[in-house]
């Protein structure tokens, strides 16, 4: 039968998503990113080959995958092309594999401009956003002056659209941030060459994921970020602007709730963060470097070092509430391997009281402590494991005990960066 499953990431974004969505799409016909943008960082490994996308869909390695940017995406076109014009020159691009929602927004390079001198106006309060633009690309989309990749498509209509905009950001962005505005020819001749070369893949994406839905496809929807930076249910204001959450799938892509057959979450089996805001269970000092050094843990996008800390179940649990979660994959345990002790943060305390449910406020998540159940390293390693039983004695106690924590089944777990090394435990699509 066939099936559509939507992919979240549990924790705070970059939790091997990339990776568990490239094993998948094997079983998959089309796979759909749904929010965000190039904030968004996959990596892949294949072979000896390292690839990074942070706009197009994983599955685009995948030939003859049908690979969809959903209407919930705002798409930066210059960074879009760049990533096609990559993987043309690898000889691994297929015009009729991609697909891009008519309804998906624009990020414009005013919203990039936005997006760094706000964080810089915030000073000390700044979120650490990626720079890409995305919180002021998702404002114009909510304040109904977002200009549409549809709108590439009718060069008249862009040109109105964008003199608006102009209008306003340039007065904006000269009064407020003492900066120079925008010329609207530049911006209109660099978008109009974009469109030309977009043209071909833009398309009414709910209709064709409707058809493929209804011709028996197997569809693979693959969130970015983490559900910790979602925008309503993430530890507001250090968030991102979109649903990162498995809802988000439904209206970032057209096709009915109804329609989804299964959420999978990914967490790493310890925790990371990029950007500034609570984080209960960070560790500081030679702890943390440790499972930075060991676990490569700089961004992806933007090659900041990420924080690091001990996997904490009280998030993967709220995080499994909020998605509906039917399974997990845990992703990274190798880098655990070498560890004498680990910590499992099992609640939280907060002004003396124990605690076991997520709170959102970022001030009252900031003041919470963790409560660490503490396991003894296994000391060997799990790479080369190619079944749960192949696993050291202390990683299988560790994986069970996150499964008992969160309430759900474990699926995947992966044991490597590259596409081999991960134990299947339950196929999803089977
Ligand atoms: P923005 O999405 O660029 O506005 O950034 C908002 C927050 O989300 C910042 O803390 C970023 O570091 C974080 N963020 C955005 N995208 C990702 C991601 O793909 N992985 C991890 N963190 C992210």
New binding site residues.
């Given amino acids: 039968m066939a099936k559509n499953l939507v992919i979240v990431?549990a924790q705070?974004?970059?939790e091997g998503k990339g990776k568990i969505v490239d094993i998948l799409t094997d079983s998959a016909d089309v796979v759909v990113r749904f929010q965000?943008?190039n904030?968004?960082?996959h990596t892949v490994i294949v072979g000896e080959e390292k690839f990074i996308f942070h706009l197009l869909p994983s599955g685009i390695l995948h030939p003859g995958k049908t690979c969809v940017i959903g209407d919930g995406v705002v798409v930066d076109p210059e960074v879009l092309l760049g990533e096609i014009e990559v993987l043309k020159k690898r000889g691994i691009f297929r015009p009729q594999d991609l697909l891009i929602s008519k309804n998906a927004h624009l990020i414009m390079p005013y919203h990039k401009r936005l997006?760094v001198a706000r964080e810089r106006l915030r000073g000390a309060n700044k979120?650490?956003?990626?720079?890409?633009g995305?919180?002021p690309a998702y404002e114009d989309k909510a304040a109904r002056c977002g200009i549409r990749c549809g709108d590439l498509l009718n060069e008249a209509d862009f040109r109105a659209k964008l003199k608006q905009n102009l209008l306003e950001k340039n007065h904006y962005i000269k009064t407020v941030f003492h900066e120079a505005g925008f010329e609207i020819h530049e911006i209109y001749h660099d978008y109009m060459r974009f469109a030309a070369i977009m043209e071909p893949f833009i398309e009414n994406t709910s209709k064709f994921l409707d058809t493929a839905m209804r011709s028996g496809k197997n569809i693979l929807f693959e969130g970015?970020?983490?559900t910790l930076?979602d925008v309503d249910h993430g530890t507001y204001p250090?968030?991102?602007?979109?649903n990162t959450m498995a809802g988000a799938a439904s209206t970032g892509s057209g096709i009915g709730p109804s329609r989804i057959d299964a959420v999978i979450g990914v967490t790493k089996a310890y925790s990371t963060?990029?950007?500034?805001?609570p984080f209960p269970t960070e560790l500081k000092g030679d702890e943390a470097d440790r499972l930075r050094e060991q676990g490569c843990e700089y961004?992806?996008?933007?090659g900041?070092p990420?924080r690091c800390g001990w996997f904490d179940a009280v998030a993967a649990g709220y995080a499994a509430r909020v998605n509906g979660m039917d399974g997990l994959v845990i992703t990274k345990l190798d880098v655990l391997d070498n560890l004498d002790k680990l910590q499992i943060c099992t609640a939280y305390r907060l002004d003396g009281k124990l605690i076991d449910d997520f709170p959102t406020d970022s001030n009252i998540l900031s003041r919470c402590e963790p409560v660490y159940e503490e396991f003894d390293g296994w000391r060997r390693s799990s790479k080369g494991a190619k079944s749960f039983d192949d696993l050291p004695k202390g990683a299988r106690a560790y994986i069970k005990r996150l499964a008992e924590l969160t309430g759900v089944e474990p699926y995947i777990i992966s044991v490597g960066a590259n596409r081999k090394e991960a134990i299947i435990l339950k196929d999803p699509f089977k």
């Fill in positions: 990431g705070w974004g970059d965000g943008g904030n968004a960082g997006d979120i650490g956003t990626t720079g890409r995305i919180g970015a970020q983490g930076l250090y968030v991102t602007s979109s963060r990029v950007g500034e805001g961004g992806a996008t933007t900041r990420r």
